[in-house]
């Protein structure tokens, strides 16, 4: 978190202390109104004077419009900036998380951990924009407010010295508790909303099998918890806000008291009585924002550690060495391990893929087939005996990343699909410029654009009102228009593909394994003598 904030340092300071200084003269304005305010009634009542009457609101005008001009800016930075900013950390973090141990990253529960990000990272920044503002503001008026009382009424110091500490005990009593609470409550609100998002993303498998009692059945732990410590924050805010206004009051009948009687007696103005009693009830309220300062800062720390537990995962580790082009891919006694105790495969891994050609990995379930190709690209860096070289050189010095941004293509068997356009879908992945001439492949043409699946067909679809299919045949046009590609890794290219479709569909895919590697896993009988066969036990 703190290389983010060192980013954002040196691209916002300038902005961030110009803010916090026209905070500063804000709560200095604010602070001085109340005074010349007391000065006005002062000169009605006491004076009667008609040329300082109009002095004193033309002064009190002029620092308005002052206020007005700032409250521009500070709400312009603390608004538009703070939503700018806080866009930009969010990326930031995401992008961070994809350099991240991929394996590591899919132990999180996704939603679970973008509504925490959201949650942190707003967390951190409301600190500095808002707290770390209230906490300049406070400073500044509580010692222009202790100026005056010291100077005006000294006694009157002494009563506030006496009365704060009362209103400071309820607070040390209560708000620990209330903190801890609310700590709680974020957490089994963010396990809620997962929960709920999980409800909703099964949508079709759940209404599909009416089973919406079931889900709702498996989270009622967790509702009953969230209601659960919802009553006890409840209760101990009930407690906090009747403890304030009692107290409030005690504090107001005896400074009404104290001060009414010293302006009968004749030693107090009615405008400094009034100027004590509003800077009193400031104080009060400060007391009240120091707590909840404190009370953020528990929440930035926490928030700050949390995004720091995420920036710990360990960083995925890759090579240096750019290769031009996948030539060959050579496995030697390869075996993979998952977790420390057992490996993938029970016999290693002994193959080649040269480029050109097609392939085709077979094995059981579960055997490790895409894990295996993952391993390849360096999508997964699991622990590994053996080894696989690309173009003769060890994948471990290979730069991995450069290798899947430009020489290869992959699709992926994962069901989660984006919200948008099937146009916008393949917008983002595939410029009409990129098509390659195998775009004028019969073959192609047949997959892509006949009678049986035309491509242009769907283009104004919702990518999530696809049939399985047709999401199959369009992650299928992305993967093999890949710019540059020449490298193709597709788990599962035939699975949910109309029989006399798949075999135009191979036919494609020889067609492109004639300059091109292709390595397919498949579970289909007919693709055997097609390609060659890598057998994974
Ligand atoms: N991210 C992961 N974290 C932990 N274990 C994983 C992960 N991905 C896969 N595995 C485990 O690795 C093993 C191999 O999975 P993999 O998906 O590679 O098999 P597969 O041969 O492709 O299977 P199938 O033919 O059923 O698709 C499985 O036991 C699976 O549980």
Known sequence: MRAVLKELNGKYKFEYFLFLGMNIIN??????????????????????????????????????????????????????????????VNDTIIKKLYSKDTLEVLKLDPIQTA???????????????????????????????????????????????????????LYLFLKPKIFKINLELRRIYNEYFSGFAEWLNRYVEIKGNKREEMESKRWTKTKASLLNITR?????????????????????????????????SGSMTIGA????????????????????????????????????????IPNEVDGEIVIPKVESIQVHNFNISLDARKTLFSKKLTCSFNNSGLYVVRG???????????????????????????NNIDIDLINKKKLREDNISCLFQDTILPHCLVREYLDMYVNESNENCISEDQYFQKVFSSSQFNIKKVLDKKMTELSTGEIQLVKLYSAILKKKAHCFLLDEPLANIYPELQSDLLSLLKKIAQTNLVIIISHDLGIEEKAKNI???
Request: with cysteine; charged share 15%; hydrophobic share 55%.
């Open 27 to 88: 709560t200095c304005i604010e602070t001085s109104n109340v005074f010349l305010e007391g000065m006005l009634i002062n000169s009605l009542v006491y004076k009667a004077d008609r040329t300082s009457f109009i002095r004193n609101i033309v002064v009190i005008i002029a620092l308005n419009i002052i206020r007005l001009f700032l409250s521009f800016f500070i709400n312009k930075i603390q608004i538009l900036k703070f939503r700018k900013i806080n866009i930009e």
């Open 115 to 169: 509504d925490r990000i959201t949650e942190d990272t707003n967390e951190i920044l409301n600190f500095l924009f808002q707290t770390v503002n209230q906490i300049t503001s406070i400073v500044i008026s509580s010692i222009i407010i202790f100026i005056y009382i010291i100077k005006a009424k000294s006694h009157f110091f002494l009563l506030v010295m006496i009365l704060l500490p009362a209103y400071i005990i």
């Open 535 to 537: 057998r994974i036990r």
């Open 232 to 264: 006890r924050d409840f209760f101990l805010n009930l407690g906090m806000s009747t403890g304030e206004i009692v107290l409030q009051l005690i504090f107001q009948l005896i400074l009404f008291i104290n001060g009414g009687l010293a302006v009968i």
């Open 273 to 312: 009585f009034s100027v004590l009693f509003q800077y009193f009830n400031q104080l009060l309220g400060q007391v009240d924002e120091i707590f909840s300062i404190l009370f953020n800062f528990e929440s930035f720390r926490v928030a700050y550690m949390r995004i720091d537990q995420l920036m710990s």
């Open 364 to 390: 059981r379930n579960g055997i490790g087939k895409s894990t295996f190709l993952r391993t390849i690209i360096g999508l997964y860096t699991p622990a590994k005996k053996g080894t696989i070289l690309i």
